[in-house]
């Protein structure tokens, strides 16, 4: 058990560098939820983990400058140490002298003793050098751009074909900060008045979506997940953009609808709340573990009429359905400030494989899709080759599948030229989410 919020913090960065196959939102979520912090405390170490998490290249590159030796063969602990003293110094409103010392006493309480001397020592060199100075002693343009936005090259390199640089510097500040909170009134379980009424006793600041009834932009998501009301099912957390794409399913009384990756099951409880459970919704996924999580959510929201399967929707046939939702595995490149770690997981060739996926999913759910049913195709990445470029070369192999423009007059700033939904983190200020309609004629 964590002592300090510091060590908490060193405690699940380092988890997140020795084990790569878990998110940091998930190591951090398991440690914040056995400990007895306060709700300040705990979102002060969500700004640490994340913000070191976010900005672990521009971190390495004021350590660099300054360490003697190799620090890329230097060890784990070390790393995360120095990392999290220089964000303190660098980005918190932490005193630097409380920075520095606390960072060196946090090494002695964590058993890196022998290494409090190397942490001094360069955290007060960092202490007197600024961004400029750094920058400058990187001699190519993408290098120092990568440093600067603390952005891998690769994607940096991928985004300057398809983007302005004002636009990637815009993509790049959005992607470094603190994502916004957004929460789903559950609309079986609590009508407005109610739910408002709650968030006020609370003195939880918030902002109805004008765009989703249901949707609020919240200032504070730490307070609201220790209350009652969201474990009997008041609410979810779940980002206005994601609440576009579900919105565009449309349930109706009595259909059959497949949310074909579904996992943690987000979607698919607002198409059974939408539908006020007179829908019959079956939420698939390949993944037994994340499947646990659908069934959470279905026993939390109080959710009727669904049906969860694990069931590989790339080669198993899926249950026949008047709609089909395919949120498909991708890169995520349109959610990278609220996956801090996500940026440094993808590498180039993944896009290649996950379009393999992405292409086999898509053909393989169409079997299932009966005659002037609709699918939605979904992505929260802003890669084309996995939106636009993905159903462009699938189109053909749909049979009587045809494009259908979406026409609500509510999302017209959010769709593109040929019809999809594309909301742009730097301009919309959501996560980057695209998502086509396609429907089978008769």
Known sequence: MAKSPRELAYNALLNAERDQSRSIDEILGDQLAHSSFSTQEKAWIMELVYGTTRMRLQLDAWIEATFKGRYRKAQHALKVLLRMG?????????????????????????????????INAVLRKIQTLSLDQILTSIKDTQGRLAV?????????????????????????????????????????QTDIKQFEGYLKRLEISFKRSELLES????????????????????FSFQDIAAGLVA????????????????????????????????????????????LK????????????????????????????????????????????????????????????????????ILINAWTSLLPGGTLIYATCTLEPEENWGLID????????????VISDEKL???????????????????????????????
């Open 393 to 404: 070369s699938t189109l053909e192999h749909l049979q009587n599948g045809e494009i259908e």
């Open 148 to 188: 600067e936005t603390s952005h891998p090259e690769w994607l940096l390199e991928k985004w300057l074909d398809q983007h302005s640089l004002d636009e990637i510097i815009a993509l790049c500040e959005h992607n470094n900060t603190s994502p916004k909170t957004w929460i789903r009134r559950n609309v079986q």
């Open 215 to 234: 949707f609020y932009e919240v200032d504070s998501a730490a307070q609201l997940l220790n209350t009652p009301e969201f474990y009997q099912g008041w």
């Open 247 to 290: 919105n565009l399913v449309d349930p109706q009384e009595g259909e059959t609808i497949v949310d074909a990756c579904s996992a943690p099951g987000g979607k698919m409880g607002l198409l059974s709340e939408q539908s006020h459970g007179r829908a019959n919704i079956i939420a698939c996924d390949a993944s037994s573990s994340r």
């Open 293 to 360: 999580k659908v069934d959470q959510t279905v026993d939390r929201l109080k959710l009727e009429q669904v049906t969860v399967l694990q069931l590989d929707a790339s080669r198993q046939l899926l249950p026949e359905s008047n709609k089909i939702l395919l949120d498909v595995p991708c890169s995520g490149t349109g959610v990278l400030n609220r996956r801090p770690d996500a940026r440094w997981k993808r590498q180039a060739d993944d896009i290649d494989s996950l379009t393999d996926i992405q292409r086999a």
């Open 86 to 118: 220089v964000f303190q110094l660098k980005f918190m409103h932490t005193a630097e002298h409380a920075a520095i010392n606390e960072t060196v006493d946090l090494a002695k309480a964590v058993g890196q003793s022998k290494t409090s001397g190397l």
């Open 412 to 442: 017209k700033p959010y769709i593109d030229e040929r019809g999809a939904l594309a909301t742009l983190p730097w301009i919309h200020g959501m996560d980057g989410m695209f998502a086509v309609k396609i429907r089978k004629t008769l």
